[in-house]
Nanobody, 118 residues
Framework: QERLVESGGGLVQAGGSLRLSCAVF????????LGWYRQAPGIQRELVAA???????NYGDSVKGRFTISRDNAKNTAYLQMNSLKPEDTAVYYC????????????WGQGTQVTVSS
């Protein structure tokens, strides 16, 4: 059964970097896209970055130029490299996987906390 497990969160100072990992248990190729979302207290969950099976990427406006999403199909893992972190990046980060066929299915990890101190 498919599941996603995030790791790599933690506490970092502003300007620092973190790399999040999302281990995909299941066939990574069966998902049309993998993504990262984040949710801060009192704020709606928002897209951080997404990557398709073909390697196309999409980023939220607030992280463009600072964050990079990638995937290693051989390791069944997706990554989110976060550089130049800001206090406003503080949130719980969730890994997401979407399968479109035969019907749309969406999977979520349990989340990993990222805290950026000023």
């Amino acid at each position: 059964q498919e599941r996603l497990v995030e790791s790599g969160g933690g506490l970092v100072q502003a300007g620092g970097s973190l790399r999040l990992s999302c281990a995909v248990f299941g066939n990574i190729f069966s998902f049309n896209a993998l993504g990262w979302y984040r949710q801060a207290p009192g704020i709606q969950r928002e897209l951080v970055a997404a990557i398709t099976n073909g390697g196309s990427t999409n980023y939220g406006d607030s992280v463009k130029g600072r964050f990079t999403i990638s995937r290693d199909n051989a390791k069944n893992t997706a990554y989110l490299q976060m550089n130049s972190l800001k206090p406003e990046d503080t949130a719980v980060y969730y890994c997401n996987a979407v399968r479109l066929y035969p019907q749309r299915m969406e999977y979520w990890g349990q989340g990993t906390q990222v805290t950026v101190s000023s």
